[in-house]
């Protein structure tokens, strides 16, 4: 039999999401759910130790018995393939927490919890803010707050609000937790989330959550920028042409940094959304940039430079035609200050026959988030297009003919 205390681990697993739940005020009528899997890595597969899955099973069991937690099972089989939470019992689960496993009680947490947080009040805008949720919460029988947690956040909160320094993730957690990987191990996610909440910056379609600490200037690696094609950059010390790599280069934010000019040789910029598309593209006419989805803050800074050298070539981005891409083409174009012209991203190629076996339905999220996109005049045809036919597109097909077509008129 396991050793493991699987009721404890069901526990704190389906409190642990009632209680971010609760810090985000969300108000919903969706059951908290807990996977198997998220307390047992190894429930669902072939090789899953036996006495691990029957210490899950019966401590689930129990728990049903005890009338903290509900489940659904497999069909025909005894496998559990979800856990709920039984919130109308939480009374009773607090006091079985605290009688089993020594629980402390909500009124020594709020003290606790109102002490670290008087320690923080008024440092920083965000950590304000973080602060009156904390406090709110106190208020809220049913929500549990970890005093420690909470004092790990302030922590980071302050401490981002107050930096300056270019910085990398890990450089970050040994500053504040004195270890590398705290940070990522531990309330990452929890401090993305919050940051964009205080700020308003809602997380963009493919934009990764901890974009967001670029505003503090942290970066979860050295940012590069890629680039082919006709361009000419110059250092203090240096200059570089890459027109003769036919791969490109990549550049280091750090490096980015101290670019006193560019200086690009070809009609046209493009910006190309996705990394196939970019390696397959080599028309000379093009000096290509790589984006990787929404522009990051390094990519953005680089593009201003470029525009601001470069005022009289042609600008154009290159992506997918769905939701997602034109909202990477809007994102850019608003940070950057410069309409860049949208290429091959129209009615034309979701109307090319070469590309018919690749087009896609739109979801419901899609049609969802359509109607704000068809106000817009750069996208409202297309989109229409898109809503009355039932398609999108991704761009890799369409890059590969394209290219065939340089290859063609480059031989003629």
Partial sequence: MSGKDYKKAILDGLL?????RCAKNITTNRRI???PSEVYKDYTRNNADISEKQGMNEAVSVLKDMGFVAADYLKFSDDIEKIYLIEGHLDALYGYLRDEYGFVPQSTIAKRVREIVETYIGTGAIVQKYCETVLARIEHPRCLLIPKRVEENLK???FLEKNGENLYVREVSMLVYGDSKWFENNNYEEVCTFIRTATGRVRQEGEKNDSILSLFYVTPAEQEILIKGNWR???E????DISKLQGGIAITSGDVQRIKNIRVNAENIMTIENKTSYQRL???EFAMMYLGGFASRHQIEFLKKVISDNPDVRYRHFGDIDIGGFLIHRHLCRETGKMFELYCMGIQQLCDKRFHHCLRELTDNDMSRMESLMEEDTYSEALKYMREQNVKLEQ???SYYVE???ERRTCS
């Fill in 404 to 406: 065939r077509s340089f």
């Fill in 156 to 158: 980071m909160f302050r």
């Fill in 396 to 398: 890799e097909i369409v």
């Fill in 16 to 20: 642990k999401k009632y209680n971010n």
């Fill in 282 to 284: 080599k028309d000379g």
């Fill in 33 to 35: 759910i807990l996977k």
């Fill in 233 to 235: 950059i110059e250092w």
């Fill in 237 to 240: 010390q240096s200059v570089l």
